[in-house]
């Protein structure tokens, strides 16, 4: 089964990566995740790497970056990316997506806004049409530290089950952030595709909430590797 799963990640990853960057694009944004180490690795095996840049999500893709000869660049540097792939912890039947299981949703919808072309790669477990069907988590929020009781108690009065992720065993306390915040996950149950623009709406307008891990509107294509071998796209 993780053969499987495995297997379709880079099968997902390369056809991303194969079929939409393209020579002209300079400046390249690079996700987090399992299955976005095969999108760099697939960047890193162009011909032509030397004449791009590649903006990181958070440590984890600036690691990826550097392990596949890829040059290094910043959000500050580039505040126009060419493309950006990324990928998914769910993706519901209008390409709306949960990120931020691995706490960098914030950087992931900075680079995500940024570019020109979302591309969103993943593994057959990950589409399940419907937000919060599959991913029983809740949806990752980032908060400043300060106003996390605040938020939590707002999230609950919206109909959320919030939980401050937890550190441990790796650390005592709270998930800290690249930025330096902390991230409850909240449980709505499942999310229509209908309703999901409107809940990220009232999540973003609580005060203390830096983003949310509601991706709307953003992703024009997705790449599902499936575990027969072949894949599936959708486009927006």
């Known amino acids: 089964m993780a053969d499987l799963v495995e297997k379709s990640k880079k099968l997902s990853a390369f056809a991303a990566v194969d079929e939409n960057l393209k020579p002209d694009h300079k400046v390249i944004g690079i996700g987090s995740g399992s299955t976005v180490v095969y999108v760099a690795e697939r960047v890193g095996q162009s011909t032509n790497k030397e004449k791009f840049v590649c903006i990181p999500t958070g440590f984890q893709s600036k690691q990826l970056i550097i392990d596949n000869g890829l040059h290094l660049g910043s959000p500050e540097q580039y505040p126009e990316i060419d493309i950006a792939f990324d990928g998914a912890d769910e993706i519901d039947s209008n390409l709306s997506l949960i990120k931020g299981g691995g706490a960098c949703l914030f950087q992931e919808k900075l680079v995500a806004a940024s570019a020109k072309q979302f591309i969103v790669v993943a593994d057959y477990r990950k589409d399940t049409g419907i937000l919060g069907k599959g991913w029983r988590k809740g949806i990752p929020i980032e908060v400043v530290p300060m106003a996390y009781t605040k938020v939590s108690l707002e999230l609950s009065k919206l109909g959320g089950k919030p939980n401050v992720r ?20 909240c449980d709505f149950g499942e999310i229509s595709p209908e309703s999901v623009a409107d809940l990220n709406s009232k999540i973003k307008s609580l005060v203390g909430v830096v983003e949310t891990g509601i991706f709307v509107g953003m992703a024009q294509k997705s790449y599902i590797g499936n575990s027969d071998g072949t894949i599936s796209t959708k486009s927006a």
């Open 166 to 185: 937890s550190g441990l065993p790796g650390k005592a306390g709270p998930v800290v952030t690249d930025n330096g915040n902390f991230i409850i996950d």
